[in-house]
C-alpha cells in the first residue's frame, strides 16, 4: 500500500511539474520581450535585440534600384501608365476640343481667329495659375493662383508673334468678363451669413463699410487731383480700388481657422462675413457712379437717376429672389440643379438687360439681392447649390483675370500715368490700413488682433478684375476717345491693385496670422498630447 501511494504521488507530481517548466518557459519568454521592449524605449539594449533590431531593419530598407527600375518601367510600359498616359490623355482632350470647334467653326478657331484666342487665352492661365502655385517658398503661404492667371493674359498681349495670332473681339471680351461678373454676384449674395451679421452685429457693419467708404473717398480726390479725372469717372475709381477681395481673403483665413488661430474670438469668421459685405457697397458704388458718367442731364438729373437705378435692381432682385425660393418647389427631382440654373440664368440675363435699357447700375443689385433673398429660403440646401456655382467660377476664373490681363498693353500706358496710378494706390492703402484699425477699436481685440485684422482687409483681386473693365468696354460703345482714355486710367488702376496688393496681402496674412492671433487653448492641448504620445513610441 506505501508503495502504491508513493507511485500515484509521482505521478501527481510529474504533470505539475511539467506545468511549472511551461510557466518558467513562459516568464522567461515574457522577459525576452520586455528586454526588447527596453530597446525600443531607449534603455539598456541586448545582444538578441540588437540581432532582432538589425535584422528588422534590414527588411524595412526598401531596394531603391529596384523601386527605380519599377518606376521607369511603369513609365515606359506599352501600353503607358501613370503621369505619362495623364499627359497624353490631357493633350488629346485638349487637341480634340479644339478640333471640334475647328469643324464647326472654320477659320474662327485658327491663329488670328477669335475662338482660337479665347481657347489658347484660358488654357494658359489656367497653366500660368498651376505654375505659380508650384512656387512654394519656406514659411511661406503659396501665392494665389490668380495672378499667374493675369500675368498669363499680360505676357499673351505684349509678347509681339504671340499677340499678333492670339486676338479675342472686344465684344467677345466684354461679354465673357459680363458673364464672370454675373457668377461673381451670386457667389457674393449666397456667401451672405445673416446669422454671422446678428453675431458680430456692430464690429462686422463698421469693418465692411468704413475702410471701403474711406477708401474710395480717398482714392476719388488724389485721382481727380492728381490724375486730372472728373469726379464721377474719380469715385468710379474709388469704389474700383476700395473692395477687398475674398479669393485672397476667405482660403488663407480657412488655413488659419483649421489651425485654430483666432478662432476663440472669431476673427476668420469676422473677416469672412465683412469681405461679403464690402463687396457689395462697392459694387453697388461703383454701379450708381457708373450710370451717372453715362447720362446726360443735369446733376440733380443724375443723382435721382442713380437713386432710381438702385430702387429698380432692390424691387426687381426681391421679385425674383421670393420667386427662385418657391420655384421649383422642393419635392422635385433634381432640385439644386434646377436652382443653380434659374439663379445663374436670372443674374446674367439681369447683368446684360440693365445695360440694354439703360440703368447699368441696377443690374449687379439685382443679382446681389436675388442671391441672397434665395439662399435664405433655401436654407440647408444653399451649400449644395454653392458647389455648382463655385464650379461654374472655376471655369470663369482664369478667363477674367486673362482677359483683365490681355486688356492692358505696355505700348499704350504712359509712364506718367502708371506712377500716378501706383501713388494713388499706395496712399488709399495706408489710409485703409488706419482706418481698418479704427474700426476694430473698442470691439473686444488686443493689440496685435488689430494689427493683423489691418493688414488682412489689404489684398485687392476679385472685384477689381471683374469691374475694373466695365467702364471701358461701356467707353468704346460710345465711341469716345476722352472717356476711353478715362476707362483706360481705371483699368490700369484695378490692374495694378491686382498685381501690387494680392501677392503682399496674401504674404503678409500667411506671416502675421500665426505671430498676431492667439491659438485656440485645444489646439494647443491636442498638440501637447500628440507629441507627448510620439516620445512614447
Not at 77 to 101: E, K, M, Q, Y
Not at 338 to 351: P, Q
Not at 409 to 428: D, H, M, N, Q
Not at 496 to 505: E, K, V
Request: with cysteine; glycine share 10%; proline share 5%.
Amino acid at each position: 500500500m506505501g508503495d502504491q501511494d508513493k507511485t500515484i504521488n509521482g505521478e501527481e507530481l510529474e504533470p505539475s511539474a511539467g506545468v511549472n517548466h511551461t510557466a518558467s518557459t513562459y516568464q522567461e519568454t515574457q522577459e525576452e520581450t520586455v528586454m526588447n521592449i527596453k530597446v525600443v524605449d531607449g534603455n539598456e539594449p541586448t545582444e538578441g535585440s540588437n540581432l532582432l533590431t538589425s535584422s528588422e531593419k534590414r527588411l524595412q530598407e526598401p531596394p531603391t534600384e529596384s523601386n527605380h527600375f519599377q518606376r521607369l518601367r511603369q513609365t515606359f510600359a506599352c501600353p503607358p501608365r501613370g503621369s505619362l498616359d495623364r499627359v497624353i490623355t490631357n493633350v488629346t482632350i485638349v487637341v480634340l476640343l479644339w478640333a471640334v470647334v475647328w469643324s464647326i467653326t472654320g477659320s474662327e478657331c485658327l491663329p488670328g481667329g477669335n475662338l482660337f484666342g479665347i481657347i489658347i487665352l484660358f488654357y494658359c492661365a489656367i497653366i500660368g495659375g498651376k505654375l505659380l502655385g508650384l512656387i512654394k517658398l519656406p514659411t511661406l503661404p503659396p501665392l494665389p493662383p490668380l495672378l499667374g492667371m493675369l500675368l498669363a493674359g499680360f505676357l499673351l498681349r505684349n509678347i509681339p508673334v504671340i499677340s499678333d495670332n492670339v486676338q479675342i473681339r472686344h465684344k467677345w471680351s466684354s461679354s465673357l468678363r459680363s458673364i464672370a461678373l454675373s457668377v461673381i454676384l451670386v457667389r457674393a449674395g449666397l456667401g451672405l451669413d445673416s446669422k454671422a451679421l446678428k453675431k458680430l452685429k456692430g464690429v462686422c457693419v463698421r469693418l465692411s463699410m468704413g475702410p471701403c467708404l474711406v477708401e474710395a473717398c480717398t482714392s476719388a480726390l488724389l485721382a481727380h487731383f492728381l490724375m486730372g479725372l472728373p469726379w464721377q469717372w474719380a469715385f468710379m475709381l474709388g469704389f474700383v480700388v476700395g473692395a477687398v477681395s475674398p479669393a485672397v481673403v476667405v482660403p488663407s483665413m480657412l488655413l488659419l481657422q483649421g489651425g485654430g488661430y483666432g478662432v476663440e474670438k472669431g476673427v476668420p469668421t469676422l473677416l469672412m462675413a465683412a469681405g461679403s459685405f464690402d463687396d457689395i457697397l462697392a459694387i453697388t458704388g461703383f454701379n450708381t457712379c457708373l450710370g451717372m458718367a453715362f447720362s446726360t442731364g443735369s446733376t440733380v438729373f443724375n443723382v435721382l437717376r442713380g437713386v432710381l437705378e438702385v430702387v429698380t435692381g432692390v424691387a426687381a432682385g426681391s421679385l425674383l429672389g421670393f420667386f427662385i425660393q418657391y420655384f421649383p418647389s422642393s419635392d422635385q427631382d433634381k432640385l439644386v440643379w434646377k436652382r443653380a440654373f434659374l439663379v445663374l440664368g436670372f443674374s446674367v440675363l439681369a447683368v446684360f438687360s440693365s445695360v440694354y435699357f439703360g440703368f447699368p447700375g441696377s443690374g449687379g443689385l439685382c443679382t446681389l439681392v436675388m442671391a441672397f433673398l434665395a439662399g435664405l429660403g433655401w436654407s440647408s440646401k444653399k451649400a449644395e447649390v454653392e458647389k455648382i456655382i463655385s464650379v461654374a467660377w472655376d471655369i470663369f476664373q482664369p478667363l477674367l483675370f486673362g482677359l483683365i490681363g490681355a486688356e492692358v498693353s505696355i505700348a499704350s500706358l504712359r509712364p506718367e500715368t502708371v506712377g500716378l496710378s501706383v501713388a494713388t494706390l499706395g496712399i488709399a492703402v495706408l489710409i485703409r490700413i488706419l482706418t481698418t484699425f479704427l474700426m476694430v477699436c473698442f470691439a473686444g481685440f488686443n493689440i496685435k488682433e488689430k494689427i493683423f485684422i489691418s493688414f488682412a482687409w489689404l489684398p485687392k483681386a476679385t472685384v477689381q478684375a471683374a469691374i475694373g473693365s466695365v467702364a471701358l468696354d461701356r467707353a468704346r460703345a460710345r465711341g469716345e476717345k476722352q472717356l476711353e482714355e478715362y476707362g483706360m486710367d481705371v483699368l490700369t488702376v484695378a490692374f495694378l491693385a491686382i498685381l501690387i496688393t494680392a501677392p503682399i496681402g496674401s504674404l503678409l496674412i500667411g506671416l502675421l496670422g500665426p505671430r498676431l492671433l492667439q491659438k485656440a487653448e485645444h489646439q494647443n492641448k491636442d498638440e501637447e498630447t500628440q507629441g507627448e504620445t510620439s516620445v512614447q513610441v
